[in-house]
């Protein structure tokens, strides 16, 4: 086997995905002990990556400014910085966009992706030297996990995705009482579509009877969860969380439940029991386990071309995520 001493891995956002990627950090360092990860992302996310105790050093980029100027003072500055990192053994495009293809091949010629059929832009596999074959519909975590493996030449299988180790390290938070169940309420998404009601989630809170602590992130998901609050004894709101502050909170309670999206898969990543709805799009976006459920309504999905106008989250019954949620908070962790 190849020994891969310095690996750049490109995965520029967004935040389930960067944490979904994360995985395969543990398993090339078990591989190669003595080898130095470096990761490129964009800035919001630099830092849940920063910290992070596999990764030698987090290289930030700001493609969404670059694009939102048209600063073209700074997207040089950018690709100066990235030619500037020094030559890799291997670099990884774990996105398989175009963008996250130039990035890397900005960074080093020695450049590893998903083959044409694989990615969802298949020009990006123009800029790698090597490629990777598998299916855009498998799921997400297999196929970081498979690009990694296939990269580097090692062998890579479920029972050490299902065996894994918390992705990331952090303390517990300060926030939550341990004497009590607890159980964080995602309620935010990137599209509305993707959002359960927030009438349902009072429904649940008051079904579950349980400490809910309910989540936000910006100034309209505040309202929401006021809102879940002011109409159910059981929730209390969230203090405005950083990244770091948010994984530790979910790091540290007995159950998540939310949609599809990065906080909720934060869950996954520490071990943590969790139940993540699913509308517009399918339990391909998550590593279902005893403790990591997904539950989808009954809408068909075509993942090649989403629907962002499917509301079919709404029709997901209360009583089947209690149901869930109960065999879950009874299982023992």
Known sequence: MKKYKKIAIVRLSALGDIINSAV????????????????VTEEAFAPLLKEH???????????????????????????????S?????????M?????????SRFISKNT?????????????????????????????????????????????????????????????????????????FIIGAS?????????????????????????????????????????????????KLSLIELLSLISSVN???GNDTGPTHMAWAQNIASITLFGPTTTRMIYETQINIGIKSNSKVDILKINKNDFSIKSIEVEKIVKRAKELLNYGI
């Open 112 to 184: 590893h992706g998903f083959d044409k059929e694989s990615s969802r832009e298949g020009l990006s596999s123009l800029f790698y030297k090597t490629t990777s074959k598998i299916a855009y519909e498998e799921n997400i975590i297999k196929r970081n996990c498979f690009l990694t493996s296939d990269a580097l030449g090692f062998k890579l299988d479920d029972e050490m995705i299902l065996n894994k180790e918390a992705i990331f390290k952090v303390a517990k938070s300060n926030f939550i009482d341990v004497q009590k169940t607890n159980i964080v």
């Open 255 to 257: 159950l998540v439940i």
């Open 191 to 239: 599209w509305e579509s993707k959002k359960y009601p927030k009438e349902k989630i009072i429904e649940l809170c008051n079904e579950l009877k349980e400490s809910a602590i309910i989540v936000w992130g910006n100034e309209n998901e505040k309202k929401d969860a006021e809102f879940i609050c002011n109409h159910s004894s059981y929730a209390t709101l969230a203090p």
């Open 53 to 83: 105790h596999l990764i030698s050093k987090t290289h930030t980029i700001n493609l969404k400014k670059i694009k939102k100027d048209k600063n073209f003072s700074l997207l040089k500055k950018n690709i100066s910085y990235l030619r």
């Open 85 to 93: 990192l020094g030559e890799f053994d291997i670099v990884i495009d």
């Open 95 to 103: 996105q398989g966009l175009l963008k996250s293809a130039i990035v």
């Open 24 to 39: 395969v950090l543990q398993f090339i360092h078990k591989k190669f002990p003595d080898s130095y990860i470096e990761w």
